[in-house]
């Protein structure tokens, strides 16, 4: 593997830090799919550990020792959807032309409900795999390896829909290899998610990068196989009526 390539996997990541008066734009409402969040006004809190406060005791203390905790309650711009998020905080020092240095605090989400959705699923996704990776974004800021395990068991599902002659003795291995040669590409991301899911399952060590890897490839296997075919009829339909106008259709 090339520097390259080992940096770009690496640097996949989907957790941003939050502060009190700003929520990161890739937070989306995952009830309409648009919105941006905010903070509902006097819902944030946050709270110093006790052990971050004996800290600043010792004599090398420095901001970035700083340990705590928040909640809050988020609102949709958009549709007005409330989600409840808590989750780890630090602190930093910054500079501001103005003001010189200042004690910057963010915060790191472990926790939202609803859930976010990390990528949009497919309408047509069969409903058990549905709620299998639903089940994923809910783990997803807590504890990487257990939501990349979900993952594995929506995988396990797909492949035994794709697979031909499978048997009970079948280990997840065998039965991607008799998925047929026509779904090779899927084949090929099926079984890296395979992979991710093993060591999430035996290793319990997945990183973010990884998961955020899995969640991306998950999304390509899913629109592959399940398509938003009433999207796809409408514009196919719009295809052939600008083809018989020689051009657009809302012309005057």
């Given at each position: 593997?090339?520097?390259?390539?080992?940096?770009?996997?690496?640097?996949?990541?989907?957790?941003?830090?939050?502060?009190?008066?700003?929520?990161?734009?890739?937070?989306?409402?995952?009830?309409?799919?648009?919105?941006?969040?905010?903070?509902?006004?006097?819902?944030?809190?946050?709270?110093?550990?006790?052990?971050?406060?004996?800290?600043?005791?010792?004599?090398?203390w420095e901001p970035e020792w700083i340990e705590q905790v928040f909640?809050?309650?988020?609102?949709?711009?958009?549709?007005?959807?409330?989600?409840?998020?808590?989750?780890?905080?630090?602190?930093?020092?910054?500079?501001?032309?103005?003001?010189?240095?200042?004690?910057?605090?963010?915060?790191?989400?472990?926790?939202?409900?609803?859930?976010?959705?990390?990528?949009?699923?497919?309408?047509?996704?069969?409903?058990?795999?549905?709620?299998?990776?639903?089940?994923?974004?809910?783990?997803?800021?807590?504890?990487?390896?257990?939501?990349?395990?979900?993952?594995?068991?929506?995988?396990?599902?797909?492949?035994?829909?794709?697979?031909?002659?499978?048997?009970?003795?079948?280990?997840?291995?065998?039965?991607?290899?008799?998925?047929?040669?026509?779904?090779?590409?899927?084949?090929?991301?099926?079984?890296?998610?395979?992979?991710?899911?093993?060591?999430?399952?035996?290793?319990?060590?997945?990183?973010?990068?990884?998961?955020?890897?899995?969640?991306?490839?998950?999304?390509?296997?899913?629109?592959?196989?399940?398509?938003?075919?009433?999207?796809?009829?409408?514009?196919?339909?719009?295809?052939?009526?600008?083809?018989?106008?020689?051009?657009?259709?809302?012309?005057?």
């Amino acid at each position: 593997m090339n520097i390259e390539d080992h940096m770009e996997y690496i640097n996949r990541s989907f957790i941003e830090k939050i502060y009190k008066n700003k929520v990161p734009k890739v937070y989306k409402c995952s009830s309409c799919g648009e919105g941006a969040l905010d903070f509902i006004d006097d819902t944030f809190h946050c709270f110093e550990s006790n052990d971050s406060t004996l800290a600043q005791q010792h004599e090398d203390w420095e901001p970035e020792w700083i340990e705590q905790v928040f909640s809050g309650v988020l609102a949709c711009r958009n549709c007005n959807q409330k989600f409840a998020v808590s989750g780890i905080g630090g602190a930093e020092e910054d500079y501001d032309e103005e003001y010189g240095k200042y004690i910057c605090e963010y915060f790191y989400p472990k926790y939202f409900f609803p859930e976010l959705h990390l990528f949009k699923i497919p309408i047509n996704t069969p409903k058990k795999i549905h709620e299998i990776i639903i089940s994923s974004f809910y783990l997803a800021w807590s504890d990487f390896s257990a939501s990349g395990n979900k993952l594995r068991v929506a995988l396990e599902i797909i492949v035994n829909d794709l697979a031909e002659n499978v048997n009970k003795k079948d280990t997840l291995g065998n039965k991607i290899a008799k998925i047929p040669d026509k779904h090779l590409s899927i084949k090929n991301m099926i079984n890296a998610i395979k992979w991710l899911g093993n060591q999430a399952s035996h290793e319990a060590r997945l990183k973010e990068y990884d998961l955020a890897f899995a969640y991306e490839v998950t999304d390509l296997v899913l629109n592959e196989l399940y398509p938003d075919t009433v999207k796809k009829d409408s514009l196919l339909k719009h295809v052939d009526l600008v083809n018989k106008a020689k051009g657009s259709i809302a012309k005057s």
